[in-house]
């Protein structure tokens, strides 16, 4: 099992920054990928980011390539998020996951292949 709690959500401006955190605890010495997805009102939850644990290889959705950045700290077993330059598209309920079961070296983009969540923090870009 691994529990996972994110923070750091909030109201911002457009042109902002947000920086959000997802702590992890139990199981963590097996995980092979963090990611963070966000749903926003009447949408799908979607792929935002993701972080292979042991390499620290990144990949990101176009919408939000260059404008955010996920890293992480295995001291601490936390992932981050930074988020620059918000827009109000940003606007969603943002979710950390965590993927205990691929070993391929690929990335995944798709909910349903991340085994554990966070129960989510809001972040709202407006004016």
């Known amino acids: 099992q691994v529990h996972l709690v994110e923070s750091g959500g909030g109201l911002v401006q457009p042109g902002g920054s947000l920086r959000l955190s997802c702590a992890a605890s139990g199981r963590t010495f097996d995980t092979y990928a963090m990611a963070w997805f966000r749903q926003a009102p009447g949408k799908e939850r979607e792929f935002v980011t993701t972080?292979?644990?042991?390499?620290?290889?990144?990949d990101y959705a176009d919408s939000v390539k260059g404008r955010f950045t996920i890293s992480r700290d295995e001291s601490k077993n936390v992932v981050y998020l930074q988020m620059n330059s918000l827009k109000p598209e940003d606007t969603a309920v943002y979710y950390c996951?965590?993927?205990?079961?691929?070993?391929?070296?690929?990335?995944?983009?798709?909910?349903?292949?991340?085994?554990?969540w966070g129960q989510g923090t809001q972040v709202t870009v407006s004016s």
């Open positions: 996951a965590a993927d205990l079961t691929h070993y391929s070296g690929k990335f995944y983009y798709r909910a349903n292949e991340y085994n554990y």
């Open positions: 972080i292979k644990w042991n390499s620290g290889s990144t």
